[in-house]
């Protein structure tokens, strides 16, 4: 879970933001921007409402809880009750959220906030764009979150190649695959990604199905457990049997592409620049995305895409990963490791085998 403190740290960040911008309050009522700032975690289908004033003060109303957090006033959400049928807990939400910000200039993430949260004549900026440049340098409470999902990575990987045969069915693999990443979580953690195995995986991927895995498929396994919203999300791919020479010539240079596009990155490189590196080594066998961000969202800058114009930046989370896809193979080749972007390089934060056994 995030700490107290990295949510204080985050919350200074976006103060002075705020000052920058004149804005004398800022209004999110996006649960993971809520869990972002304050270390309060909700139900995803759960109303969550922070405000932050410019004097510091912070104010959350959830049905959620936290041990520890970083809110200086919890208003509760009902959201259980035996007395009421609860129908509306949006609307429940928005009544309990103060209206008395007329002369106000305020910073509303306007992408996540109800209509019904009535501003009457308070001066209200989008404020949406700011919290993606917010979230888009990761501290050390974030960072540890990360690290434990790649934990869990490595013992999903290990539970694949230590059952993987011909015969047995994509929701095999996959359940073996939850079933150690929960016994290594202590708890339930979702185990999302793709697990499309052989021909299902060249122009695509998606959940497990009962397609039988047969000899001399590629199985390509992305994944990305979130224990607490935050993931990493890697890849690598496995051969079920003993893998073809093409099969091992094509990882080996899936494999040099992604090292060699890794040593490009530092703080001023542009994210297209590392796409189209990838493109020209692997040309058309590669079809999609060369990385992105992650953090609290799937998908976040920099996104490693011909049409990006982010910019590497120190404390950057991201992932690199090129493929090869062709039917000849049985499958695709993807490897995907993430990095944390330091003044002169990154730091790789998966320590795994690149092989296809």
């Known amino acids: 879970m995030l700490t107290p ?34 270390g309060i975690l909700g139900a995803a289908d759960t109303p969550a409402i922070l405000l932050l004033a410019a004097d510091g003060r912070c104010t959350v109303i959830t049905g959620g809880n936290a041990p520890e957090h970083a809110a200086d006033e919890m208003i509760a959400l009902e ?9 509306d807990l949006a609307g429940d939400a928005a009544a309990l959220f103060p209206n008395n910000f007329s002369s106000l200039r305020c910073g509303v993430d306007l992408a996540s906030v109800p209509m019904r949260m009535a501003f ?27 690290r434990e999902s790649l934990r869990l990575c490595v013992v999903a990987y290990d539970a694949a190649k230590a059952m993987m045969q011909p015969g047995l069915t994509e929701i ?64 690598r791919t496995f051969a079920v049997g003993e893998p073809t020479d093409e099969q091992v010539r094509a990882a080996g ?3 040099a ?29 590669f079809w999609h995305h060369a990385g992105h961000g992650i953090g609290h ?4 800058a920099p996104r490693l895409i011909p049409g ?39 730091e790789n934060l998966f320590d795994y085998p690149l092989g296809l056994v």
């Open 172 to 235: 095999d693999v996959h359940s073996a695959m939850s079933a150690a990443v929960n016994r290594a979580a202590g708890t339930a953690v979702a185990l999302a990604g793709d697990f499309a195995c052989g021909l299902r995986g060249v122009r695509g991927g998606g959940p497990p199905t009962l397609r039988k895995l047969e000899q001399g498929d590629l199985y390509t396994l992305d994944i990305f457990p979130s224990p607490a919203l935050y993931f990493g999300d890697v890849c």
């Open 257 to 285: 592409t992604l090292r060699a596009a890794e040593a490009m990155v530092r703080p001023g490189v542009a994210a297209r620049d590392v796409y189209r590196f990838v493109k020209e080594r692997l040309d058309e066998t």
């Open 120 to 146: 009457r004549a308070a001066i209200v900026e989008d404020a949406s764009q700011a919290i993606v440049a917010l979230r888009k340098k990761k501290h050390d409470d974030e960072m540890a979150e990360i």
């Open 308 to 346: 990006s114009n982010d910019v590497f930046e120190e404390g950057d989370v991201f992932t690199i990963e090129p493929g090869i896809y062709h039917d000849a193979l049985q499958g695709g080749i993807r490897i995907e490791d993430n990095y944390l972007v330091h003044p002169d390089g990154v």
């Open 297 to 300: 969202h799937g998908h976040e």
């Open 79 to 87: 959201t259980y009750s035996i007395t009421r049928s609860l129908n």
């Open 5 to 38: 403190e990295g949510c204080r740290a985050r919350q200074q960040r976006l103060l002075h933001m705020m000052d920058e911008r004149g804005w004398q309050l800022f209004v999110t009522a996006n649960y993971r921007t809520v869990y972002y700032l304050s």
């Open 253 to 255: 240079r899936v494999g």
